[in-house]
């Protein structure tokens, strides 16, 4: 088994466009994001191994976009809230290389 963990820092840029009952609606913006997480690989064969989980925690300092939807049409709202996600992934890993 190879357990892993990392940490990765770097900017996200959100874009939205779209049509309202008010007209057209566009706004976009770039912003800090970071992850951290880990993953447990099991080696099954030297160039390949299983993904038993890989966990990560992802959040994005930026305001984010919603479509609110109404009877008359709709609007995007602006939240000043940064985005929190959690992401959990499973799979193969092929390798080459290397003894």
């Known amino acids: 088994m190879t357990p892993w ?4 820092f770097g900017a996200t840029h959100l874009r939205v466009q779209g049509r ?3 007209g057209e609606c566009r706004d976009s913006r770039t912003a800090f994001a970071w992850a951290l997480g880990g993953d447990l690989d099991v080696n099954a064969h030297k160039n390949l191994a299983l993904r038993a989980i890989q966990a990560d925690y992802v959040r994005v300092n930026a305001s984010a976009f919603q479509f609110v939807s109404g009877h008359t049409g709709g609007y995007y709202l602006i939240s000043n809230q940064p985005s929190n996600n959690l992401r959990l992934s499973f ?4 390798t080459w290389g290397g003894g």
């Open 5 to 8: 963990t990392y940490a990765l």
């Open 20 to 22: 309202h009952f008010l």
């Open 91 to 94: 799979g193969v890993v092929l």
